[in-house]
Each structure stands twice: as structure tokens, then as C-alpha cells.
């Protein structure tokens, strides 16, 4: 499914936004302050098409989260301050950009709801080695 140009394109921002954040000290920082009930943003395991699922439903559940923190009055300081780099600036904006991109969340809701029945149905054959005679 990834492959398909819709798809990958979603997965592949919702991957940039998880690792920026991931990745940048400051930013995961600010990020903790705002997620509820110890909740993290996940990465997408490398041999599994269902953890890209995971990582999208996740980053889903956390956007307005991640909305609060881009537009907090912490996110602007750290963006602007002169000693950043400027090419961590342009990766911050576009970041910021995406996460308040309302129409990327809505083609994220079009496709968890799309998969939802097949991402259950795999849950469930890898929980239960016996599931196999249920599923016929």
C-alpha cells in the first residue's frame, strides 16, 4: 500500500515529523510538556507494513499535541534564535507547516479508516497462533 503515491506520501510526513522531533533534543522537550498521559510519537519498525500504521494512528491521536506545541510560545523562540542553523529553521517551518496542515490530517483519517479492518484483522493473527481456522 505504501507505494501507492497517496499513501507513501503520508506515511513519508508523518515518518519526517516523528523524527524531528525524535531527533532534536529541544523539540521532543517541548513535546513532552504537551502529551497527555506519557504518550510518545512512535517510529515505523523496518520489516513490518503495520508499523506504519501504528506510527500514523499514534502521530494521529497526539495532532493536537503536536498542534499546541508548534504554536506555543516556546516553538518560535527556539526557531528563531540566531545561533540555530538555518537549514534546522527551514526543517522546523516545515515541520510546523505540516503538523498544521489540516488536509493532511484528514487524508491520515481517510486512511486509518481505510485499513482499519485490515490492520485488526492482522492484530489479531498475531496475537492468536490458532486464529488461522476463525479467519476461513
Known amino acids: 500500500m505504501g507505494k501507492l503515491a497517496w499513501i ?23 513535546l513532552m510538556d504537551f502529551f497527555l498521559d506519557g504518550a ?7 520489516t513490518r507494513f503495520a508499523t506504519n ?31 540555530r542553523l538555518s537549514n534546522t529553521k527551514i526543517k522546523a517551518n516545515n515541520i510546523k ?4 496542515d489540516e488536509t493532511f490530517w484528514n487524508k491520515t483519517q481517510d486512511l486509518l479508516l481505510l485499513v482499519e479492518s485490515i490492520f485488526r484483522l492482522l492484530r489479531q493473527v498475531d496475537a492468536h497462533k490458532d486464529f488461522m481456522g476463525h479467519i476461513f
Open 97 to 100: 507547516q505540516a503538523i498544521l
Open 53 to 83: 500504521i501504528i506510527m500514523l494512528d499514534q502521530t494521529y491521536h497526539l495532532q493536537h499535541c503536536l498542534k499546541k506545541m508548534v504554536v506555543s510560545e516556546q516553538w518560535t523562540p527556539w526557531v528563531t534564535n540566531p545561533r
Open 40 to 46: 510518545t510519537l512512535l517510529k515505523p519498525g523496518v
Open 8 to 30: 507513501g506520501a503520508i506515511f513519508d510526513k508523518c515518518n519526517n515529523i516523528e523524527s524531528f522531533i525524535k531527533n532534536s533534543h529541544q523539540p521532543h522537550t517541548m
